[in-house]
């Protein structure tokens, strides 16, 4: 049980994949393997930086009605 939240001590390997912008370069994460979370790694740093947006899909968006 956390009180305080998942620690992501436990991560999997990173994960690259391009950001989908002509002008933006690659996204990097990694998977915290207790939670799920996604969190933003840095290849220049060697570490999580920050915990990485969520992005909605096409599934998750509510058609409009009017």
Request: include cysteine.
């Amino acid at each position: 049980m956390w009180f305080f939240g998942c620690s992501h001590r436990k991560t999997g390997l990173p994960i690259t994949v391009p950001s989908g912008d002509a002008d933006a370069t690659e996204d990097t994460y990694v998977v915290c393997l207790d939670c799920g979370q996604q969190l933003a790694y840095s290849w220049e740093e060697m570490k999580i930086v920050k915990r990485r947006p969520q992005k909605t899909s096409r599934r998750d968006q509510q058609p409009s009605t009017g």
